[in-house]
């Protein structure tokens, strides 16, 4: 049971993310975008289920061209043995050539038929992860203005608006920094269930992209409680044993 990501806990989580989003930051954007994140959690557990199952008119399809092939093969194969040497034999030849191609063509079938089934399910499942990059960028766009440098500095008129304490940014980018990171399992679950070397790609090309961002905001976090002041340490005085 722990070598499998579950879809039920992941949107668990991030239910329990957002309520605590909505308590820390009510009314805010960033419980918003959790929200959606939820909504794409929940649609891409029931289209993993569909993408995994197979495409039975598809495999049936394959079946018949299958047995097509091995037919008209064997049919060739009896057809040239019944063949007597001589002119029967060079008359026969525009025969055989034909059934060649239609062998040459129903194998050309075969392969293509053999291989759409990944490439449809490679297709829904990168349409799907284009996705994630949308709302992976849209966190990162909320992080954005929570910087530290800003904290007790002269704003101008155009400066956003930064009415939050330097814990409650800590708490806002941690949050961000858990919603990268469940991003990326959500959908790494298209990379558990195909195994596609493109699909595997492109899941890595996510988790790489959320890594570097949540990077960018430990970094921010970092700067922010070293910054703050460290309350003196508290040392114990013992009387001496008489």
Request: aromatic share 6%.
């Amino acid at each position: 049971m722990y070598r499998k990501l579950d879809p039920d806990e992941i949107i668990a989580t991030l239910e329990r993310l957002e309520q605590r989003i909505a308590e820390r930051f009510p009314g805010g954007g960033l419980g918003a975008v959790c929200r959606d994140l939820i909504e794409v959690a929940r649609e891409t557990s029931s289209r993993v289920a569909a993408i995994g199952k197979p495409i039975r008119w598809l495999r049936v399809a394959l079946a018949v061209f299958v047995t097509l092939g091995v037919a008209t093969g064997v049919l060739l194969v009896w057809f040239v043995r019944q063949l007597k040497p001589g002119d029967e034999l060079f008359s026969a030849m525009q025969g055989i050539d034909a059934a060649v191609n239609l062998v040459i063509v129903l194998g050309g079938a075969t392969l293509f038929a053999v291989t759409a089934e990944t490439r449809i399910k490679r297709r829904l499942a990168l349409g799907a992860l284009h996705d994630f990059r949308s709302i992976v960028h849209v966190i990162d766009m909320h992080q954005l203005t929570k910087d530290p440098s800003a904290l007790g500095g002269a704003s101008t008129s155009s400066s956003p608006q930064r009415e939050l304490s330097s814990f409650e940014i800590v708490r806002y980018l941690d949050y961000c920094s858990e919603m990268l990171s469940l991003a990326a399992k959500v959908a790494a679950l298209y990379a558990q269930n195909l195994r596609d070397p493109v699909v595997v790609d492109a899941v890595g090309d996510i988790e790489r992209l959320t890594n570097n961002l949540s990077q960018k905001i430990w970094q921010k976090i970092s700067i922010i409680e070293a910054a703050q002041p460290r309350e003196p340490a508290t040392v114990s005085v013992h009387p001496a044993a008489s």
